[in-house]
């Protein structure tokens, strides 16, 4: 079990990494605080996989629903890092 909560928040930690790139990217940009704000919710995610409470805290929604389905189509880099954290959980 141990080792699957390990796989579950390597892929929460990439999929930070990943957005804070983004951020990285629109520092100085008015879309930056909306991008730090996606980045807040990725964190809430990976102590939600900590914790073992990662299905609560998404309360039914995809994780692309959970950090904003408009802010991850317009940041199609993220979007396998949120494919990876989803397979992980399914896992």
């Given at each position: 079990?141990?080792?699957h909560r ?11 990494k990943a957005?804070?790139k983004e951020w ?13 704000q996606?980045?807040?919710s990725?964190h ?8 073992g ?15 904003g ?5 317009m940041?199609?880099?993220?979007q ?12």
């Amino acid at each position: 079990m141990s080792k699957h909560r390990t796989a579950l928040q390597a892929a929460a930690g990439q999929l930070i990494k990943a957005i804070q790139k983004e951020w990285m990217d629109e520092i100085g940009a008015p879309a930056a605080a909306q991008c730090e704000q996606i980045m807040l919710s990725a964190h809430e995610l990976l102590q939600a996989t900590k914790q073992g409470c990662l299905t609560d805290v998404l309360r039914g929604r995809s994780i692309t629903q959970f950090l904003g389905q408009d802010w991850v189509q317009m940041h199609p880099r993220v979007q396998p890092f949120i494919q990876a954290l989803a397979t992980a959980a399914r896992a």
